[in-house]
């Protein structure tokens, strides 16, 4: 997966409260493989009043548009997050500023090609979103009057310049040849996201909230009834935490690291590795959890990239 669009992800889960291992529901709707669902999903967010209270849903809608490759959809999604997270993060600062910049950063770089490569289409869609953001409530436009003085000022340079841009960017591309490459090369990248996402054998973005949760418990489960496990902790294990690593976002979790704080002692980690089989209709099938090693060295005190069942040579190893 893009850096990029790992970026987004990441941000996003931050915005959300979530974890990045277990997308929300409402996320995964948009990452669909059914792109029909994932389109229908899309419009559902536009009009659902609950939208313009999470703008920064608005640029997963872009991102997801932009796999499946429906370019205009994913540049009027941009541009509408763009405008209404802007328009959050200077009224409430803070956090909010924070993700809506690492967000628009993330998102960006795929959806403003689309517009230096096709000016009108970009000045047709900026038409669309104005409109739209003129006929939609917005309950941080409504907070504006209250907002400091160099709140508003901002503001308002912002929207000033904001409907501006698709002029300034076909002002900017010249001959266009430049920004056909790299609108080129963005569809590759952003294509290439979904393949990965819908190759045979993975779990439908809808379904991974569900399947990961459930992979949690098996994991759970077997940390906190193994053997090995209890006799490292010398009976009863007062809590267990559970981190997963994936080769990428809404892939299933192949390797957990547990935290386990025994009754007494000192916390120490238990490896798991998980197999999984997902069905023809991309549900979770079969989940076999194995328990891999024991380790006291937490992710900080780990060698980056290596196993830590073998890079540690007091790890407890399960054969």
């Given at each position: 997966?893009s850096?990029?669009?790992?970026?987004?992800?990441?941000?996003?889960?931050?915005?959300?409260?979530?974890?990045?291992?277990?997308?929300?529901?409402?996320?995964?709707?948009?990452?669909?493989?059914?792109?029909?669902?994932?389109?229908?999903?899309?419009?559902?967010?536009?009009?659902?009043?609950?939208?313009?209270?999470?703008p920064?849903?608005?640029?997963?809608?872009?991102?997801?548009?932009?796999?499946?490759?429906?370019?205009?959809?994913?540049?009027?999604?941009?541009?509408?997050?763009?405008?209404?997270?802007?328009?959050?993060?200077?009224?409430?600062?803070?956090?909010?500023?924070?993700?809506?910049?690492?967000?628009?950063?993330?998102?960006?770089?795929?959806?403003?090609?689309?517009?230096?490569?096709?000016?009108?289409?970009?000045?047709?869609?900026?038409?669309?979103?104005?409109?739209?953001?003129?006929?939609?409530?917005?309950p941080?436009?409504?907070?504006?009057?209250?907002?400091?003085?160099?709140?508003?000022?901002?503001?308002?340079?912002?929207?000033?310049?904001?409907?501006?841009?698709?002029?300034?960017?076909?002002?900017?591309?010249?001959?266009?040849?430049?920004?056909?490459?790299?609108?080129?090369?963005?569809?590759?990248?952003?294509?290439?996201?979904?393949?990965?996402?819908?190759?045979?054998?993975?779990?439908?973005?809808?379904?991974?909230?569900?399947?990961?949760?459930?992979?949690?418990?098996?994991?759970?489960?077997?940390?906190?009834?193994?053997?090995?496990?209890?006799?490292?902790?010398?009976?009863?294990?007062?809590?267990?935490?559970?981190a997963?690593?994936?080769?990428?976002?809404?892939?299933?979790?192949?390797?957990?690291?547990?935290?386990?704080?025994?009754?007494?002692?000192?916390?120490?980690?238990?490896?798991?590795?998980?197999?999984?089989?997902?069905?023809?209709?991309?549900?979770?099938?079969?989940?076999?959890?194995?328990?891999?090693?024991?380790?006291?060295?937490?992710?900080?005190?780990r060698e980056?990239?290596?196993?830590v069942?073998?890079?540690?040579?007091?790890?407890?190893?399960?054969?």
């Amino acid at each position: 997966m893009s850096p990029k669009i790992s970026i987004l992800l990441l941000a996003a889960s931050l915005w959300a409260g979530s974890t990045a291992a277990a997308p929300s529901d409402r996320v995964a709707s948009l990452y669909s493989c059914d792109q029909e669902a994932a389109r229908v999903a899309a419009d559902e967010l536009l009009a659902d009043p609950a939208t313009v209270r999470q703008p920064a849903l608005l640029f997963h809608a872009a991102m997801a548009e932009r796999t499946a490759g429906r370019r205009e959809r994913a540049l009027f999604f941009h541009l509408a997050a763009r405008l209404r997270g802007t328009r959050q993060a200077l009224v409430e600062g803070g956090e909010a500023r924070q993700v809506v910049e690492a967000l628009n950063a993330s998102v960006a770089p795929f959806m403003m090609p689309i517009m230096g490569r096709d000016p009108e289409l970009g000045r047709k869609v900026m038409r669309q979103v104005l409109e739209w953001d003129s006929a939609t409530p917005d309950p941080f436009r409504d907070k504006v009057p209250q907002a400091a003085g160099t709140v508003r000022n901002d503001l308002a340079e912002f929207e000033a310049g904001f409907a501006q841009l698709a002029e300034a960017v076909a002002r900017g591309v010249g001959d266009g040849s430049q920004a056909r490459k790299t609108d080129e090369h963005m569809e590759k990248m952003a294509l290439a996201s979904h393949a990965r996402r819908c190759a045979p054998g993975t779990v439908d973005a809808t379904a991974a909230p569900a399947a990961i949760a459930r992979i949690d418990e098996e994991v759970r489960g077997l940390v906190t009834a193994h053997p090995l496990v209890l006799r490292r902790a010398g009976g009863a294990i007062g809590k267990v935490a559970i981190a997963s690593r994936a080769n990428h976002q809404y892939a299933l979790p192949h390797r957990y690291t547990v935290s386990v704080v025994p009754g007494s002692g000192d916390t120490f980690y238990a490896e798991v590795d998980v197999a999984s089989t997902v069905g023809a209709d991309r549900q979770l099938g079969k989940i076999t959890p194995k328990l891999a090693c024991l380790t006291d060295l937490w992710i900080g005190q780990r060698e980056a990239v290596k196993d830590v069942c073998t890079s540690d040579p007091r790890a407890l190893r399960v054969r």
